[in-house]
């Protein structure tokens, strides 16, 4: 019996032993893969990951990424939109804007067409970063399309338009249909109204600029608006008087001896005064009137 | 709702919350509608739509997995446990059996909802961005999810947990995606495959109309007769749902 139990004995001291070690030895395996795992990713990782567009190639539409969605269309956006935030982040992708406007235009905004985050951003990446305002500009228009009723995406097109493509009169398009939109602030009158003058309708931009003076609360406003209308003013004025003086001249076959006499002659209704109140200059010898102040804006 | 009824109900909820399943998808969900936080700081702008997003995709998601995986074995596991026998000993109507059941697991829904609305509506509170048309998208969801239990407890009459997760999954799927009836219909030419897009259209389970969640987090009203019709809805065909699961579990031979 002693026997029997000497003998049992040395295999229950085998378990316990092999019991407190079993573990041991599965922990230390466990750890030792572990630390090889994480630097074999760390030698390799580059490769396990493929090309940096690679993954793009996979990512289908947003109208077939709707169906997969499941009424998530929205979580989906958010979660594209945040991994293309620190995509076009990484420097070190020197291709990322081969799927440029696929990413925004095509997917984040087809899954969710009244997330205005990625029309700002993807357009703001694509004309400073990609170089392509064309592209900005498609993306935008598809943001005006889808919400009429914000201001912001047809103001920032217009400011791409003004400050990259220096299209004025496209830019002025833009702006007005920022400017249209209820709640668009004051401001985008004002863009309006310059990238008028700078498209050359000097006379539209006048009565902007006039029209933005007389609603005007704030002082500032104001005086900003009464520097544009004083120029402008200016400048309609002396067209006037070049385009009578002209007129004159062809009817009678001499230039006026002063400015008065194109209002006697017809030709103006009244004789115009620059906008201190002052008559404008004028030289009978050359024909050239003339405004005797400064340009407030130095134009 | 008859005494009994209700007793099965009460049953049915002490029974469900002594569960490990749903505290693990409550932790979970909670766990993750905080994260919407950390998730906001990797993002240009639109911090609070993310927020919101999450949030609401959290309840909507964790909600679905609770009715499912809670409702699935709601019936077929006391018939396996053999629990049915006893209670069917007593005079009560099997219909009544089915309803109590559903009924617990509403009112487990319930709880589980309100916590986590609790946190997310504490959430958007801290960040200043709490909107009560937050509320309104949770209740429609809320209301999904009684359809989802009815469709459960209907496919845990008929068959074992693991084929009615699978079947209630797939019609969750199909039931957002019945707007592709309609591109489908328009696609083929036969008479009888358009008859088929159709009825599809209308019997399988529409869970469009209980999805508001885009439109609150944009700002847009949700019109009092979206709630409406939601709610109608979910009387007529959870109601039908039912109806079919009484039937299937009167016909039930217990052995």
Redesign the interface.
Known sequence: MSGAVALGAAPAGRARAGASVGPLRFVLAAALCLVLSIAFQAEFGAAGRGTATAPLLYLPSGRYLQ?AA??????LA?AL??WS??YYSNYDIADRYDYLEHIYRDVITEL?P????PY??GSMIMTTEAQQPEMALRLLDKGIQKNPDQWILPFEAGFTCYQTLHDYTRAARYFDLAQAVPGAPPIVQRFKAEMTRRAGDIRDSLQEWAAIHDAATDEYVRTIAWNHVHDLRVQVDLEDLKQAIALYQDRTGQRPARLGALQTAGILPATPRDPEGRPYLYDPRTGVPSYGGLSILGR | MSGRILAIALNTFREAIRNRILYLLLVFAVALILCAQA?SL?????EE??IK??GL?TI??FGVLTAVLLGIGLVSREIERRTVYVLLAKPIHRAEFVLGKYAGLVLTLLVNTAIMTLCFVLLLVAKGIAEPAMLLAVLLLFFQFLLITAIAVLFSCLSNPIVSCILTLAL??TG??LW?FDLLRARVAAPWARALCLTLQRVLPD??PF?V??MV??G?PVPPERLGYALVYLVLYGGAVLGLACAAFQRKEMQ
Do not use: M, N, P, W
């Open positions: 169906i499941l009424g998530f269309d929205e979580l958010d939109y945040l935030i620190q969710d009244r997330y205005l985050d700002l951003t | 998730l990797l993002t240009v702008g639109s739509k993310i997003d999450f995709a909507d998601l969750y799927v957002h995606l592709s869970l469009a999805d969640k885009g987090v944009h847009i």
